[in-house]
């Protein structure tokens, strides 16, 4: 089947720099004439291609096909490339199957899942594997490869998808794409339906709609927009409109979840088994489909109409006036840390500019460092990687995302930064704080600052501990007003949802 709808075009950043292609003897060129591995051209890139010199001859269908090779030297080389300056001659209207590559999307194995991964007869990316920026281009491909767009073009022209390569370095799996397959081959529509890649430009109108359907004055730091687009590297988020709900999926190598339930005016209604059902059509793994951040005020109402509910780490809450006070015993440790770091450190705060961004991901870097030394479980190690990705998405988009900041400086430099956005009128959310490990009583420090300059907050929302047991304690020791419960919901296996 060829798709009949135009598609969009596709913009994918190089990993690989020019100069390294340009004398590279390995893209372009071909062993034999039918390689399996030549470019697959979609009816509008073809018709791209032509308009930019290509033979018409070279496309065997104008609705979609593998492009035909032309002799060269002792195998085949693409017909738009350049030999004498192993350059495209169609470079800026070349296909997506060459603007992914090192990216390869193929079937696994045994044929079931599609999947993505790097090509290991790329002589560059080798080297680059596990690089941070290497980590973040695949996650930020794989979000772009599930949207919408891209999945009905994968879906309307199957030669997208190769076959299993052994030479392939498998990365993620792609549930989207596969589940689309699937829906094709059963004749189903409802994997198909809008799914929207949550972008910058859409802050303004999820923030209105959390407005409009407020789950309470105290609620989960997951209502909120930056929560969630910071960890954009590690999830691939969409959103759609289903039945007047916004509804916020999020995917990563394991699957699709709903990260927070359904906004809209009755999330705990008949929106509920369409999105299991959603969610059952793209997740091929028991037990990945599920709703998390479940306000408290919802869980009794999932119960009733036979949803599963657990319980998960929930939110710290606190007085803000108390953490700027630090009164009494129960904060004696913490008013004598911040105390020492004033008399010894002597440190300066003020806001958070963007010209701060290389210093505090430097900052980040020295502070991951301390605690895979510290702390050698490989989940806290684990968290820490995770979390150097958040950091730079925020940091660098910390205006747009409408988050305030301050820095702490020592001896004329950043020692600590800390970053945090409101929840509520009455409410601010501290997104996380990091601070030179090695100077006594900073992280005390930037934290009552912090706190002090947000005078028109009631409480402060620290978010929850990750099921450290270290994070937990430091919490815990600043004596929260109260957590703010959070829920899981899940359906017995093999069911959609409740009817």
């Not at 017909?79 to 193929?106: E, H, K, W």
């Not at 299993?164 to 799996?173: A, G, N, R, T, W």
């Amino acid at each position: 089947m060829k798709s009949n709808a135009r598609e969009l075009p596709v913009v994918i950043e190089q990993i690989v720099p020019s100069a390294v292609c340009a004398v590279c003897d390995v893209c372009c060129r071909f062993p034999e004439s039918e390689s399996i591995l030549r470019p697959y051209f979609t009816r509008d890139e073809i018709q791209a291609a032509i308009a930019a010199g290509v033979s018409p001859d070279a496309f065997p269908d104008h609705a979609g096909t593998k492009i035909r090779l032309v002799p060269h030297g002792e195998g085949f080389i693409c017909p738009a490339f350049n030999p004498a300056t192993g350059q495209c001659g169609i470079y800026d209207s070349r296909p997506l199957d060459c603007r992914l590559y090192p990216i390869a999307v193929m079937w696994d194995r045994s044929h079931e899942q599609v999947v993505m991964g790097w090509d290991a007869k790329c002589p560059f990316i080798v080297q680059k594997l596990e690089t941070p920026e290497s980590l973040a281009y695949v996650e930020r491909t794989a979000r772009m490869l599930e949207t919408d767009a891209v999945v009905h073009t994968m879906v309307g022209n199957p030669e997208l998808v190769g076959a299993f390569q052994e030479d392939v370095i498998v990365l993620k799996h792609l549930a989207t794409i596969t589940a689309g397959f699937r829906a094709m081959q059963s004749g189903s529509t409802s994997t198909l339906t809008p799914f929207r890649p949550l972008t910058l430009a859409d802050r303004a109108c999820v923030e209105k709609l959390f407005l409009a359907h407020s789950v309470g004055d105290q609620p989960l730091a997951a209502y909120s927009f930056p929560y969630h687009f910071i960890w954009r590297d590690l999830f691939s988020y969409e959103w759609m409109d289903l039945e007047g709900h916004f509804c916020l999926f999020a995917t990563n190598a394991d699957g699709t979840f709903l990260a927070l339930p359904p906004v809209g005016p009755d999330p705990c209604g008949p929106v509920m088994p369409r999105i299991f059902a959603l969610m059952a059509e793209r997740n091929c793994v028991s037990g990945v489909s599920r709703i998390e951040n479940l306000p408290g005020d919802f869980s009794e109402r999932c119960r009733s109409r036979g949803y599963h509910v657990d319980p998960k780490a929930g939110d710290y809450l606190y007085r803000r006036r108390d953490l700027v006070a630090l009164n009494g015993d129960q904060y004696k440790s913490q008013r004598a840390l911040y105390n020492h770091c004033l008399k010894h450190a002597a440190p300066c705060v003020r806001q958070y500019q963007p010209a701060d961004m290389a210093a505090c991901l430097d900052l980040f870097q020295r502070w991951q460092q301390g605690i895979a030394t510290e702390d050698p479980a490989a989940f806290a190690r684990a968290m820490a990687a995770d979390a150097a990705l958040a950091h730079r998405v925020a940091l660098h988009h910390a205006g747009e995302l409408g988050l305030l900041g301050l820095v702490a400086e020592v001896e004329g430099r950043p020692a600590a930064y800390t970053l945090g956005y409101p929840l509520s009128d009455s409410v601010f959310c501290i997104l996380f704080e990091i601070a030179d490990r090695d100077v006594r009583g900073l992280a005390q420090y930037i934290f009552r600052e912090f706190c002090r300059s947000l005078a028109r907050f009631e409480f402060i929302n620290a978010m929850d501990d990750s099921g450290l047991e270290g994070l937990r304690r430091a919490k815990e020791s600043y004596h929260p007003e109260r957590i703010v419960p959070s829920y899981i919901v899940t359906v017995a296996d093999g069911c959609a949802g409740p009817a």
